[in-house]
């Protein structure tokens, strides 16, 4: 969208008068360097206009092929979609959120550490660090920095309680088959779940960990009989997603330097809202 400057004035009452925008949201297009003037980025909502300029406002271009919902010096914070590897495997080093992550930052001349993981068909935050010594911290202080990992899970059926917990030992077999074990063979993983929408099909779960062991979530609730749609890999029969119904929707920590509590908040995506629409 273009305008012309007829009179002079200044950057921020001018696009009042001409937008039918808040104050908020130009002062939030500034700020994303999303206003042009004369086909240069303004971000200053004071800046001089003459007569005769053309102010744009123009959707910056992505950095990366998926949302960044944080960036500053020391961390980067991703909306991973369902499908990409978080890190490298032996097939696969390329096609990952950690490659596609560290090209975008070398070229500014910025390191990147994984720090944690999502399943390649989980949706949702996952966040990097630029420093080795946040990396260090973080790795090896985990539970005592990171307060909140929330997910939300569509499962199959209605489920019998509108919350609880699952609190047992988990292990993982040759063929990388996690299983409830027994305490001497497995590691505790905790579980809490409240259902915040229902039909006689599916139940979409808000999910929140004390412990991270892999595939956790899909375990857990397979176990209750109510499995992750399209999670065959634990018994899930049902796949109206057309993909794994399990997204990381909110993360929370302390920052180690700073002591600042950040949190990231992801939308549910839309497919698994349109699963409960009256039809």
């Given amino acids: 969208m273009e305008y012309k400057v007829e009179i002079s004035t200044t950057l921020l009452p001018f696009l009042l008068e001409q937008t039918s925008k808040k104050r908020s949201e130009l002062k939030n297009l500034l700020k994303f360097q999303c206003i042009y003037v004369d086909g240069h980025i303004q971000t200053h909502y004071a800046y001089p206009l003459k007569k005769g300029q053309i102010v744009s406002i123009e959707k910056k271009k992505d950095a990366l092929p998926f949302p960044i919902l944080y960036e500053d010096k020391e961390l980067i914070v991703i909306d991973k979609p369902c499908g990409l590897l978080s890190e490298a495997t032996a097939k696969e080093s390329q096609k990952t959120a950690y490659a596609i992550v560290k090209k975008y930052l070398t070229s500014k001349n910025e390191n990147i550490f994984l720090v944690h993981r999502l399943d390649q068909y989980t949706s949702g935050i996952l966040m990097f660090v630029k420093s080795k010594k946040l990396y260090d911290i973080l790795t090896h202080h985990w539970n005592q920095y990171v307060k909140t990992r929330g997910y939300i899970a569509i499962v199959e059926g209605k489920m019998s309680k509108p919350s609880g917990t699952i609190d ?64 065959d890999k634990y018994h899930s029969t049902s796949n109206p997603l057309k993909r794994l119904g399990l997204h990381a929707h909110e993360f929370m920590f302390i920052h180690p330097l700073t002591k600042k509590e950040m949190r990231f908040v992801s939308p549910t995506p839309q497919s698994f809202e349109k699963l409960f629409k009256k039809r």
């Fill in 168 to 231: 047992n030992y988990l292990a993982e077999s040759k063929t990388q088959n996690v299983y409830i074990t027994s305490k001497q063979n497995g590691k505790r993983a905790i579980t809490h779940y409240r259902v915040i929408r229902s039909c006689p099909k599916w139940s979409m779960l808000e999910v929140y960990l004390d412990t991270g062991r892999k595939n956790q979530i899909r375990v857990h609730l397979s176990s209750l009989h109510h499995p992750i749609v399209g999670d």
